[in-house]
């Protein structure tokens, strides 16, 4: 158990909807990363927060937001669902702002199926 | 924007030692370098990190080179349970913090 909480752990939605996903870091962790993850791309790194601020962004289409909360719990939005936006998205925290320096755990993910 | 490739799999025996390459060719003056292991429908697992030379943990040794473009993590004598995807993790080399994740390497250990 890595310490880092993901709901829900499975989503069936239809193309066009919208939906959260949620992620709690561990204990004393002041970064949150989001990740995707399908066959066909890879682990693919979305954009991180640190302390409530945005530090990097990756390759998050503009149909998807985060955002961190002052209680450092992350949320995940995203909207206008396509087909191909199905796939695992993991959550990740480390304990400082630094992005390939310091450890990252990984959530158990969200496995999304849009239909 | 840096671009980080693997082999795609490899198979090895029980006991051998493994050696798993990624090639970083834009990676930053001052990025890590990660490896982590995923199991099937889990997270990703860090393993090890290194900046350059060597680096020895009790799972694994990370070798980098002067020029840091490349790196091998080194598995000892893996067993079944070692069988899962590896990745290397590194910045992509500009001033953006984005995170890039290697194409991965799916090691399937054989008794």
């Known amino acids: 158990d890595s310490g880092v909480t993901q709901t829900p752990k499975h989503l069936i939605t239809a193309t066009g909807q919208r939906v959260t996903l949620r992620c709690s870091p561990r204990?004393?962790?002041?970064?949150v990363y989001w990740y995707q993850q399908s066959l066909d791309q890879g682990l693919q790194f979305l954009i991180q927060?640190?302390?409530?601020?945005?530090?990097a962004k990756g390759n998050i289409l503009e149909r998807f937001s985060a955002q961190q909360f002052p209680d450092l719990h992350s949320e995940l939005n995203l909207s206008s669902l396509e087909l191909g936006d199905s796939a695992l998205y993991f959550c990740?925290?480390?304990?400082?702002?630094?992005?390939?320096?310091?450890?990252?755990?990984f959530g158990p993910g969200t496995r999304l199926t849009v239909t | 924007l840096a671009k980080t490739t693997q082999p795609i799999s490899m198979d090895s025996y029980e006991g051998q030692e493994v050696n798993i390459t990624c090639s970083h060719n834009?990676?930053?003056?001052?990025?890590?370098i990660t490896w982590y292991q995923q199991f099937p429908s889990q997270g990703p697992r860090f393993i090890i990190q290194g900046y350059k030379t060597k680096v020895t943990n009790e799972v694994a040794s990370l070798f980098i080179p002067a020029d840091r473009k490349s790196s091998t993590l080194s598995l000892p004598r893996v067993s079944l349970s070692d069988t899962a995807v590896y990745y290397c993790?590194?910045?992509?080399?500009?001033?953006?913090?984005?995170?890039?994740f290697g194409t991965g390497t799916l090691l399937a250990v054989q008794p």
């Open positions: 990740a925290s480390s304990a400082t702002s630094g992005g390939s320096l310091y450890e990252q755990y």
């Open positions: 204990s004393g962790d002041l970064s």
């Open positions: 993790l590194v910045g992509d080399g500009g001033a953006t913090n984005k995170l890039i």
């Open positions: 927060y640190y302390n409530g601020e945005e530090r």
């Open positions: 834009n990676i930053a003056t001052n990025d890590y």
